[in-house]
């Protein structure tokens, strides 16, 4: 049986196993429940301000936001086939691209993206029950961000935080889609009271909604558009990717093809509206827009409703960073050796990590939120995605051979576990984006950089993953691999082979 073939092998555990039909449960509902919970959450909320702030005005902003997350949603369904049809999850799949060894690298470049934003929503949530308790005793200081370290109560609420985390990581896989559908409920509830809270307490929609868009021209507006749209593509980049992870749980393929595409556009578009009404109304009340909603929330007199204001906040950091920000990196890191890292194991690499990014630094600052992290990372995996997607609807032609993924000696252990063309492929996705990088991190002066060369930093996600795409199809055209799998193949049940005589 092939399932007893693949159980003895060194790339095989438990949580890393083909998921069988009978266990597989989530409806549409789950997938609509999972993306309005994950969309939810306080980057959704200050990306449309931050636009804003950077010239555009409110209509602009949010139609940014929807073009972007309707264009990672292709990505998103297209990866999550796999997971649907065949049950297994990302750095599985991946073997089939980029070889039995060669999968980690996309998964460890995915890993060390989810360290970092796992370390930005755990200081999101500890920094809200700092100001849970501010509200109780006022007389504490704002949180110092100048220094390395933030002071010591905010640093052992981070840390608070952080252990609430793992407590989750440690309960299983079972908690967390409990926990993704409670926020389904509760969020959705408290972002319409905090909208109607805007709308009350600022006698209208606000100046943000008259407030032109001050670019000169078009030229000037486009400059802008195309990093913004760019970063919120990479907002979810990483789940584009990663996807499998989740839809290997789907009952069919309408099933997560119709939850995500309820859930995902819309949650994220309606969300980041809201932060623009929230925000508009506090530059009514405090003279200047408040973009952070943790420090919004310390403003309101009634301790009650900061309480409230903060537990929502808590419970909506908690639920995103679980399902985004560890159940990845903990197959990722599984990957690296699945007969010594469970997932278990994989969620507390994945915490320690994100303890030691200092992420307090990295929110400080919203416009390098969004060019320098988000249009960052965005290159990196831009590149993976293409890859993927070509191998498997263009080489494979959707069919793999599922007990060779958990086999160095299978079609998918290509040379030593590598496949060399892939690593081609991504090197020369990545490439043509780090000459902008270097120059928006200020490593290198504008000046010696050729404009037109600095400037597909801006297109990192679509660069990377056309030019990858494209290039690993030929590569693998070129070669002697069969563009269909003549072999014996697997079915919808993993663990069947059909011949193909």
Known sequence: ????????????????????????????????????????????????????????????????????????????????????????????????????????????????????????????????????????????????????????LPLACFAAFWLLNMLVVYKGVESIRKLLVFKAIFLPVAALALFAWAILAAKGLGPMLEKPSSFSDSAAFFRFFFPALTAVIGFWATLSLNIPDFTRYAKSQKAQIRGQAIGLPPSMTLFAFVGVMVTSATAILYGKPEWDPVKLAGHFENRLVVSFAMLGIIISTLATNIAANIVSPANDFANLAPKKISFRTGGFITGLIGLFIFPWKLVADPSGYI???????????????????????????????????????????????????????????????????????????????????????????????????????????RSHVPTRDPEPIITEDPNAYVPTH
């Open 1 to 152: 049986m092939a399932n007893d073939h693949i159980k003895h092998s060194e790339l095989y555990n438990e949580d890393l196993a083909p998921i069988p039909q009978e266990k597989r449960t989530w409806g549409t509902g789950n997938y609509a429940a999972l993306w309005i919970s994950m969309s939810l959450c306080i980057p959704t909320y200050t990306m449309a301000s931050s636009m804003i702030d950077h010239g555009m005005s409110w209509w602009q902003a949010i139609l940014t936001i929807f073009i972007g997350n309707a264009i990672v949603l292709v990505p998103m369904l297209l990866n999550g086939h796999a997971g649907a049809k065949y049950g297994i999850p990302f750095p599985v799949l991946a073997r089939a691209s980029f070889g039995t060894r060669g999968a980690n690298i996309p998964a460890m470049l995915r890993a060390v993206v989810a360290c970092g934003w796992f370390g930005i929503q755990t200081w999101i949530g500890g920094e809200s029950i700092y100001h849970g308790i501010r509200a109780w005793k006022p007389e504490l200081a704002e949180i110092n961000m100048q220094g390395l370290f933030p002071q010591p």
């Open 371 to 477: 060019f320098t992290w988000l249009i960052g990372y965005s290159g990196l995996l831009g590149p993976v995605g293409g890859i993927m997607i070509a191998d498997y609807y263009f080489v494979r032609r959707q069919k793999l051979a599922v007990a060779e993924l958990y086999d160095h000696k299978g079609r998918y252990g290509y040379h030593r576990g590598f496949n060399e063309k892939a690593l081609v492929a991504l090197v020369c996705g990545i490439l043509p984006n780090i000459p902008g990088f270097l120059v928006t991190i200020g490593a290198v002066p504008p000046e010696r950089v050729t404009p037109w060369v600095a400037g597909l930093y801006n297109y990192a996600w679509f660069v990377g993953f056309v030019l990858s795409g494209a290039l690993y199809l030929l590569l693998m055209r």
